[in-house]
């Protein structure tokens, strides 16, 4: 039986995936019902839901914005962060607080396991490496799920952009050598809940981090299997061309491989090869 679940950030990839399981137990709340920089918001939402475990599903995601208001992502990702935790802790619940990869350097050379050193390169990965502290720190009874690449069902996931590009180009341009660990929303979602019945009520759990993640890929390997999937639709099959990460200019600098070994139980989700066909079928069909 699913416990209580309140799932804070219910408009982004994770939360749209959450919310698309329809457990009656999982209540999915978003702005302005709650905001994590408004205290007030936060132990209202919580005293409704009555929660047995609290996921942490918001985040100012914009990489290259982040830039520019590094202060802004801190106050989402790490001081609002930190005050669902602590909410969360005087209810008497555990906190489940998504953070990514980008918390990492990209410089290891293979799959970054959950107690190597950290090292963000961008303000948005060192506004979430901020934010495991200070949930770390404002409840005692947490887990920081790592992932990586997350894709879903909106129109502005990595799928749904080369499917756009695909229809609008004869030639894309894809990077081949930044590695990563796409991970399909859905399964995170699933992953998530299964977590959450398992740390439920208890205190002798093994907090701390874990990652969950797809399989390892390149961006130029994803794309080509959406491009694949799509192809069998019907759709018109664009050459897909390798270039390298240095040759695309953004505010943000990419780390190179982020790819996640996740090594407890229930840490690797399916395969991008395995979650892509339904999900391009699904926005095919928009």
């Not at 770390?136 to 947490?142: I, K, S």
């Not at 180009?169 to 859905?186: K, N, Y």
């Amino acid at each position: 039986m699913t416990p209580r679940i309140l799932v804070v950030g219910s408009s982004g990839q994770l939360g749209t995936a959450l919310r698309r399981l329809g457990d009656p137990a999982i209540t999915c709340a978003g702005r302005p019902v709650i905001d994590v920089m408004r205290p007030d918001t936060i132990m209202a939402a919580v005293a409704a839901a009555r929660p047995d475990v609290v996921v942490n599903a918001s985040a100012f995601t914009a990489v290259d914005a982040a830039e520019a208001d590094e202060a802004g992502a801190l106050d989402v990702n790490a001081r609002g962060a930190a005050l669902l935790a602590a909410a969360a802790g005087e209810a008497g619940a555990p906190i489940i607080h998504v953070s990514t990869d980008y918390v990492f350097a990209g410089d290891k050379g293979s799959p970054y396991l959950e107690d190597d050193a950290t090292g963000p390169l961008t303000a948005y990965g060192r506004s979430k490496l901020a934010g495991e502290g200070t949930v770390a720190r404002a409840n005692p009874r947490h887990v920081i799920v790592r992932t990586s690449w997350l894709f879903g069902t909106s129109d502005r996931t990595f799928v749904a952009s080369v499917l756009r590009l695909a229809r609008e180009r004869e030639r894309i341009e894809m990077v081949a050598d930044q590695l990563g660990s796409p991970t399909f929303a859905g399964d995170l979602a699933a992953a998530l809940v299964a977590m959450a019945t398992d740390i439920a009520g208890r205190e002798d759990y093994d907090w701390g981090v874990r990652h969950v993640a797809g399989a390892h890929a390149s961006r130029f390997e994803f794309a080509e299997a959406v491009l694949d999937v799509a192809a069998a639709h019907g759709m018109r099959r664009p050459e897909l061309v390798p270039t390298r990460l240095a040759s695309f200019k953004a505010a943000a600098p990419r780390p190179l491989d982020t790819r996640l070994d996740s090594r407890f139980p229930g840490g690797r989700t399916r395969s991008f090869r395995e979650a892509v066909p339904a999900l391009v079928a699904e926005l095919i069909a928009r």
